[in-house]
């Protein structure tokens, strides 16, 4: 009987040390990542891979502090790595969703079709990408808005990158009045959007007469713009007011280009 009592009070020794050093290491959680991503930055990698490695890293802490605490406990370490691959194989089937998740999120920081910073459609939900976690990518949308797309249906559809090459293209139509003559008005508007010095020269603007929807007659303008470099907003504005004042224009009126505020648009 005094044995069965020493080894129950061996067994519960074992036991509060285990929990002590699980613990201590669980306390030290709050310092692994934090401190592997400073330390990858100095060696500057790409912050996509800083982000995988550090979050791996302390993936990697907290299933040793497990391994730790049941090693300590049960004083056979063999039997632990063997019921923790069991255990792994449990885990992996009754938790599929997590695992192909975070098994895609790995994925999108090694193959990286998108950056932190990038602006990106997917799923039918456009917004910027402020962080891809175990689980989830975080947007935020140009209204504000946080979005969470897991990172299976991310890395399993097409992902539409607007923020891959420095120009995009931009499209304006502007309703042109029953009273306005047609002659000469797409002439007209191409010469007040050439003497713009922010759209791209290469392609050049095109200006087209489409129908419209009310019997009427519209005006369609796709520009290229460097969005980076210009605000795509206040470039609109400022091309909406040329595009008015050449539609209300007589014909060889010299050009008046307004000046258009500059500055950096939303995607970084």
């Known amino acids: 009987m005094s044995w069965l009592w020493s080894q129950r009070d ?37 912050a996509a891979i800083s982000l995988l490695a550090s979050r791996l890293i302390y993936v990697a802490w907290m299933i040793s502090a497990v391994i730790v605490f049941l090693s300590v406990w049960l004083s056979n370490l063999t039997f632990v790595l063997g019921s923790f691959g069991v255990f792994a194989l449990a885990f992996g089937l009754a938790f599929q969703d997590i695992l192909k998740n975070f098994l895609a999120g790995i994925f999108l920081l090694l193959e990286r079709p998108f ?6 459609m997917v799923d039918g939900r456009t917004g910027i ?5 175990f689980r989830t990518t975080t947007m935020r949308t140009m209204d504000g808005e946080e979005v969470l797309v897991p990172n299976s249906i991310v890395f399993s559809q097409t992902i539409v990158n607007r923020t891959r090459y420095p120009a995009r293209q931009f499209a304006l139509t502007v309703k042109v009045p029953a009273d ?9 508007v191409r010469e007040r959007l050439a003497s713009s010095a922010d759209l791209a020269k290469d392609p050049p603007p095109y200006v087209g007469i489409q129908p419209s929807a009310d019997g009427g007659v ?51």
């Open 218 to 268: 519209a005006l369609e303008v796709r520009y290229w713009l460097d969005y980076r470099n210009h605000d795509p907003l206040a470039v609109q504005a400022a091309l909406g007011e040329q595009i008015y004042q050449a539609i209300q224009a007589p014909p060889d009126t010299p050009a008046r280009t307004p000046q258009v505020k500059r500055g950096m648009s939303t995607p970084p």
């Open 115 to 120: 950056r932190i910073g990038d602006e990106i």
């Open 180 to 188: 306005v003559r047609l002659d000469g008005l797409v002439q007209r």
């Open 129 to 133: 990408v402020e962080d891809v976690q």
């Open 10 to 46: 061996t067994t519960w020794a074992h036991f509060l040390e285990g929990l002590i050093v699980f613990l201590v290491m669980l306390l030290l959680s709050r310092f692994v990542q934090p401190f592997s991503r400073n330390q990858l930055k100095r060696a500057h990698l790409d």
